[in-house]
């Protein structure tokens, strides 16, 4: 049982290219959750689905799209990368918003 | 609009001593709180939630209504206690979870 997987774990972009972050639970989870992370500023949700075909977005959406065809994998695609972009992006999934998250292990962009 | 406010970026205090991060938040109606905590080179992780009233690694937090707060205590600090704490706080569509701008907690020795 893997839990949250997420690639690449490291990743730089020059600006204007653009990139898909990858990320798949094996926990037969619903809802699936995009974080980007700033320092001083916390989690931030990007987009998040409440099962297979379904997606919407959260607080930051702009820049990004999702789309999330099976219960396991929930891609997010960086379009045209900009530096405001530069952060550390989460996955998580959960079988309820009421219980408990679980996180991937992050990854971490620098677009230049 | 749901909001959840941790004043702290960083406490930082000594190993044996009490320890209090503070989360406020807004909300109209009944608040689900979680407590989430990030180790050095570790994932995110669920602390605790108000709603199981359980004490985890010696942490407990309460909510309170009248003050919207819901606080994190320990009364003694450990230096394995580092790390960075996020409160969350559900939001009122049910889906999702809204996170404060998260706390440092350096514990020295």
């Known amino acids: 049982n893997a839990g949250v997987t997420q690639t690449p774990k490291f990743r730089i972009l020059k600006i204007g290219q653009s990139m898909t972050l990858q990320c798949t639970q094996d926990?037969?989870?619903?809802?699936m959750y995009w974080y980007r992370q700033d320092p001083g500023m916390g989690l931030k949700l990007i987009y998040y689905s409440v099962g297979a075909g379904i997606t919407d977005k959260g607080e930051v959406p702009n820049g990004y799209n999702v789309s999330r065809s099976t219960t396991e994998d929930f891609p997010l695609r960086l379009e045209l990368a900009a530096p405001s972009q530069t952060s550390v992006y989460f996955c998580?999934?959960?079988?309820?918003?009421?219980?408990?998250?679980?996180f991937g292990p992050g990854t971490r962009l620098t677009v230049t | 609009a749901q909001r959840v406010t941790q004043p702290e970026k960083l406490l930082s205090v000594f190993k044996g001593a009490p320890v209090e991060l503070k989360c406020n938040y807004s909300y109209s109606g009944s608040p689900e709180l979680f407590w989430y905590v990030q180790y050095s080179r570790q994932r995110l992780q669920l602390l605790l939630r108000?709603?199981s009233r359980e004490s985890i690694k010696g942490f407990t937090a309460d909510l309170n209504k009248g003050e919207t707060s819901f606080h994190l205590k320990k009364p003694f600090a450990q230096e394995e206690d580092s790390a960075m704490y996020y409160c969350?706080?559900?939001?009122?569509?049910?889906?999702?979870?809204?996170f404060g701008a998260g706390t440092i907690l350096r514990v020295k020795s």
């Open positions: 108000h709603i």
């Open positions: 998580a999934s959960s079988m309820d918003p009421g219980y408990e998250q679980y």
């Open positions: 969350a706080l559900i939001m009122m569509d049910g889906n999702k979870l809204v």
């Open positions: 926990m037969n989870h619903n809802y």
